[in-house]
């Protein structure tokens, strides 16, 4: 019993929110349901298909393609690949993870993971269309080049900082999800 309060505690205090709310308020007890169908709807629509790309990414890419492009030896070519991956993306950064473990797992270069989550999660193109509808080109230019130019550097650093048994680490990580 205890154990179970340790690994759902989350759950257990959202309960006694609710009922907290449904004291006070029943009304935002309807709506917090209602925010958490959505959500999980939501989720429903997008998971499965993400599953799928990524099911097929795995069986489709060959091991050697990912090495030769995004290895170790890649160089600049492989943040050229994370960069059109992330850029070229659609979904929540959510979904980016499984990608990168898989990415991780085919042999690719640390930092060339670590870039395409960052562009995954900032540099999209539909994020970098809504950016300049809204904010302007000379605005978002700025904004996403300043953008690019940190993660880059950043990237890079973190490849260098990061010692080999660390990276060993986040590939046995990687490898141990199944």
Same mark, same amino acid.
């Given at each position: 019993?205890? *154990? ?32 958490? #169908?959505? *959500?999980? #709807?939501?989720? %429903?629509? +997008?998971?499965?298909?993400? =599953?799928? %790309?990524?099911? !097929? =990414?795995?069986? #489709? ?12 030896? /890649? ?8 960069? =059109? %991956? ?5 979904? @929540?950064?959510? +979904?980016?993870? @499984? +990608? ?10 640390? /930092?060339?993971?670590? &870039?395409?989550?960052?562009? #995954?999660? /900032? ?11 809204? %904010?302007?080109? *000379? &605005?978002?230019?700025? +904004? ?10 950043? $990237? !890079? !650093? ?15 990580? $990687?490898? /141990?999800?199944?």
């Amino acid at each position: 019993m205890k *154990q179970f309060v340790k690994k759902q505690k989350f759950f257990l205090v959202s309960i006694v929110l609710l009922i907290g709310m449904t004291i006070i308020d029943i009304q935002l007890t309807y709506q917090a349901f209602e925010n958490t #169908w959505n *959500q999980v #709807w939501n989720m %429903l629509l +997008i998971v499965p298909p993400i =599953f799928v %790309l990524i099911g !097929l =990414f795995d069986v #489709w890419v060959p091991r050697e393609t990912i090495i030769k492009h995004m290895g170790e030896t /890649s160089k600049a070519k492989g943040m050229f690949w994370a960069f =059109f %991956l992330g850029a070229f993306s659609a979904g @929540p950064t959510l +979904i980016a993870f @499984p +990608i990168a473990m898989l990415m991780l797992k085919k042999g690719a270069k640390y /930092s060339n993971v670590l &870039f395409f989550l960052m562009v #995954w999660s /900032s540099l999209k193109l539909p994020i970098v269309f809504y950016q300049v509808t809204t %904010l302007g080109l *000379q &605005f978002s230019l700025i +904004i996403n080049i300043t953008m690019l130019i940190v993660f880059i550097i950043s $990237a !890079l !650093l973190a490849d260098v900082f990061f010692t080999k048994q660390e990276k060993d680490l986040f590939l046995e990580n $990687a490898n /141990s999800q199944q």
